[in-house]
């Protein structure tokens, strides 16, 4: 089962999703030597990392690896980069060492670029012959879509190889992601979604919908998720209704 918090601000959210990050980070840094997580790319994270960057109780940062969930197919200076929004709130402002971070390269081929991400992946420890991050920071599209996982994807049928392209018809662009069995084999997932533009689909999501096809959302093991969501986004929820209805 899901755990779902609802914060009333979306300030209150990123402080608290922070928190939880960072105390995650702190129980993996105990038992081994450094903390893998794969960042999420979009809008709704920038305010987290900002905040993330100036948090003085952080962990030693130094112990991170930095992974991407996915990326664009966009240069490293483009400014639709995942890795440039993390770059400019994230990396920088901590002076992450270039060595922690595992940049998806979005400038090359898809299918190069598959290549070289299989190949960092390997970097991470591993569980079933997959990488198992620590922590997967996931945001959510108002479709559905998690990292570039979107409806109807054939990334969604992946079950073995962790990281793949697909062309994404209306985005008229090819976008690089961790598949499925990566995600569900980390140790631990949290989706952060903000903002009135989810509200719907919030509600599709947690109530139950008569859609013949899951979204890809709601293909994520839940054992090991945890929503971060604010009021705006959660509004539409009828009150106390059962998070994400039981499996
Ligand atoms: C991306 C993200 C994607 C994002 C959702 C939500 O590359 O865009 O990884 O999955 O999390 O599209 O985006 P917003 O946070 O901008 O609403």
Redesign the pocket.
Known sequence: MSKVFIFEHPETLYEQCARRILQLAREVLATQERFHLAL??????RELYRLLSAMSEAPEWRRFEFYF??E?HVAPDHPDS?YLMAKETLFAPLGIADSAIHRIPGELEPSAAVEHYLKDLRNVPHLHQLPRFDLVL????ADG????LFPGSPLLQEKVVPFGASYVEKLDSWRLSLTLPALNNARHLILLVSGEKKADIIRHVMQGHRNAMPLPVELLEREHLEWFIDREASHLLQEKEEAWPSA
């Open positions: 999420a790319g979009g809008g709704t994270p969930g996915d664009r995942n996931l945001g959510m599209g879509h998690i990292a570039s």
